[in-house]
């Protein structure tokens, strides 16, 4: 069935450093493609997404891009900031024999920035 | 607008119990999923609810139930609970629309605890 793999952490970095978490999927067909941040003592709530390929997804300074060749959809930010210290998980979207979609998430990547 | 909310945030139960558990989505949303989430498994698929019927089903045994009203309101159930069933549990509303590309709206969970 549909998955989605990725990094585990937790990811340790300085305030302004280069954020990169991994995510590749295995799907048929097209799936949509998530990020979805969760906040500590919060539900998680949508970062950003993208729906084909080629499609870069981006919100807040994060971007990510559905790469169908390699199946991933790798999350980036330029520079962090004490604030994005959160649980990223990634996510797609899993059609079903009824037609209709489930979502599917990775386990989550926790994030702690230093300041 | 309101954002999704569940009640309670917080519950201790003892093996052997049944637990309901409650989420009001947001209004105008159809859809209402329920996911487990625990450290090392991440966020497990429940089920999801769309105008009254369970519309999707993720691999659990049947101790795990749930239903929506007519107002979009939905309730999960869990009987006999196992030590194992301690979680959060994340309810999600969204609009349903069957194209897999819809954004999920979380709420804040309840932290289920079985001793």
């Known amino acids: 069935g549909n998955s989605v793999t990725q990094m585990e952490g937790p990811v340790t970095l300085s305030e302004e450093a280069f954020l990169t978490i991994n995510c590749t999927y295995t799907a048929t067909g097209y799936p949509s493609l998530f990020w979805y941040v969760q906040y500590p003592g919060e539900g998680l709530q949508l970062l950003l997404k993208a729906t084909k390929a080629d499609d870069k997804g981006s919100n807040k300074g994060f971007e990510a891009t559905y790469r169908k060749e390699t199946t991933s959809f790798h999350l980036e930010k330029g520079s962090v900031q004490v604030s994005d210290s959160a649980v990223y998980f990634c996510a797609l979207s899993d059609r079903t024999t009824s037609g209709t979609y489930k979502y599917i998430f990775g386990t989550g990547t926790r994030l702690k920035v230093l300041a | 607008k309101a954002g999704v909310t569940q009640t309670p945030r917080y519950l201790i139960k003892t093996r052997g119990q049944q637990v309901t558990l409650s989420c009001s989505p947001i209004?105008?949303?159809?859809?209402v999923s329920w996911y487990q989430q625990t450290p090392g498994q991440g966020l497990q698929f429940l089920f999801e609810?769309?105008?009254?019927?369970?519309?999707n089903k993720g691999n659990f045994p049947g101790r795990f139930s749930g239903r929506q009203f007519s107002n979009s309101r939905s309730e999960m159930n869990v009987s006999t609970l196992e030590l194992g069933d301690s979680a959060l549990y994340l309810c999600?509303?969204?609009?349903?629309?069957?194209?897999?590309?819809?954004?999920?709206?979380f709420g804040p969970g309840t932290r289920l605890t079985v001793l």
């Open positions: 209004s105008g949303h159809r859809s």
């Open positions: 609810y769309f105008s009254e019927t369970q519309r």
């Open positions: 999600a509303s969204s609009m349903g629309q069957p194209s897999g590309t819809d954004t999920q709206y």
